[in-house]
């Protein structure tokens, strides 16, 4: 059973960068879609971008000058970075694994637990 | 940017049918999927492609689509489905994913 989990700093300060990692385990990372969202405390869940495992991504518009993603398949893990960070982008932080097959997409299917990241100084 | 509409809150009693509506502009075009999410817990899908159910999800959970407005439903509703349910879709185009602001269930 494939299970993911999120690691990474619980606090960042203002104007630096965020940096996430996602572990996959119990499966392959190679052939599927990976996403991260994120919800900040009582607020709805925010698509933040996606990445497949050649490395070609979309991003939320509204984060695309912010946000990089990358995939380490060696590593079963992917990555998210987003920068000049503010308390806005204080927030639980959850990847998930997105299915596509055949050209249609079946949903996000596989959650990490989450992390909660603050950005204060 | 492409929004998807859901109500804040459905109130329901037990046993009884619970609707939750997705509006949006796209949705005649994009599949909808819907999460239910726990207080504390990741969100877990219930339904994609509009209608269709992943395998250990219970009978009770059920899609439609009608034009720009999709429906969760759920029959006979029990006390561990009080949550929180967001749509999730895509823009016209298919490349941006979205959330509608969720909906928490509650009962009556």
């Known amino acids: 059973q494939v299970q993911l989990q999120e690691s990474g700093p619980g606090l960042v300060k203002p104007s630096e960068t965020l940096s996430l990692t996602c572990t996959v385990s119990?499966?392959?990372?190679?052939?599927?879609?990976w996403s991260w969202i994120r919800q900040p405390a009582g607020k709805g869940l925010e698509w933040i971008g996606r990445?497949?495992?050649?490395?070609?991504?979309n991003y939320n518009p509204s984060l695309k000058s912010r946000v990089t993603m990358s995939v380490d398949t060696s590593k079963n893990q992917f990555s998210l970075k987003l920068s000049s960070v503010t308390a806005a982008d204080t927030a639980v932080y959850y990847c998930?694994?997105?299915?596509?097959?055949?050209?249609?997409?079946?949903?996000?299917?596989?959650w990490g637990q989450g992390t909660t990241v603050t950005v204060s100084s | 940017s492409y929004e998807l509409t859901q109500p804040p809150s459905v109130s329901v009693s037990p046993g009884q049918t619970a609707r939750i509506t997705c509006s949006g502009d796209?949705?005649?075009?994009?599949?909808a999927y819907w999460y239910q999410q726990k207080p504390g817990q990741a969100p877990v899908l219930v339904i994609y492609?509009?209608?269709e159910r992943p395998s250990g999800i219970p009978e009770r959970f059920s899609g439609s689509s009608s034009g720009t407005t999709v429906t969760l439903t759920i029959s006979g509703v029990q006390a561990e489905d009080e949550a929180d349910y967001y749509c999730?879709?895509?823009?016209?185009?298919?490349?941006?994913?979205?959330f509608g602001g969720g909906t928490k269930l509650t009962f009556i």
């Open positions: 998930a694994r997105a299915i596509f097959l055949e050209g249609y997409y079946y949903g996000m299917d596989v």
């Open positions: 119990g499966g392959s990372i190679s052939s599927y879609y």
């Open positions: 990445i497949y495992t050649s490395g070609s991504t």
């Open positions: 796209a949705l005649p075009k994009q599949y």
């Open positions: 492609k509009d209608s």
């Open positions: 999730q879709s895509a823009d016209s185009s298919g490349t941006y994913w979205v």
